[in-house]
């Protein structure tokens, strides 16, 4: 474990001053911005879905969708604890922001690094591509008769879903993304 690795005045020092360093984020979101965002996107998503799981998988799917529950759950607390170092007194002192940093203190290797950037960009790229193309699979089944009557089919519906996201590019801190998402 990396946690409490570093000891002595030095150490002590880097601690202070990375707390320091993050206690004074500009544009932080706060924890309810963070409970918003998290609620609209995954418990938006997963109440949409949760039906047709249990049409298609009984159940066993509801079992199966708890249990990753329970392992998003602890995962999600072993990374907060990753987040943290340890002081000679036993305080914890946040000293990292990303997981980018948890990859760089348990491997010390800017492969990591970089792996750690890229497995981010393609989930976030794959996460973006399935909302798409979950939006016009809704929208494509809400209207049907507009697919028989002019052609407007799940490709069409995901191109003019995509409209109104081309304006998000000019949001440009996190804020901005929580509040508005």
């Known amino acids: ?45 997963f109440m949409i879905s949760l039906p047709y799981c249990v049409y298609l998988g009984g159940y066993i799917a509801l079992a199966v969708i ?3 529950g329970i392992i998003t759950c602890y995962t999600g607390r072993l990374l907060g604890s990753c987040l943290y170092d340890t002081l000679p007194d036993g305080t914890p002192v946040r000293t990292r922001d990303s997981y980018e940093g948890i990859a760089r203190a348990a491997w010390d ?19 973006c591509v ?30 003019i ?3 109104p996201l081309v304006f998000c590019i000019f949001l440009r801190d996190y804020k901005m993304v929580a509040r508005t998402s």
């Open 66 to 68: 708890l249990l990753g």
């Open 161 to 163: 879903s995509t409209i």
């Open 109 to 127: 290797s800017p492969v990591t690094s970089t792996l750690v950037r890229l497995a981010q960009l393609v989930e976030g790229f794959m996460s």
């Open 130 to 159: 399935l909302f798409l193309v979950l939006s016009g699979s809704l929208m494509s089944k809400t209207f049907p008769r507009l697919e028989k009557a002019i052609g407007l089919g799940v490709h069409s519906w995901t191109m």
């Open 1 to 45: 474990s990396r946690r409490g690795s570093l000891i002595g005045d030095k150490a002590v020092r880097h601690l202070t001053m990375s707390a320091v360093y993050f206690d004074q984020g500009v544009n932080k979101i706060t924890m309810l911005d963070v409970v918003f965002n998290t609620t609209n996107i995954v418990q938006g998503m």
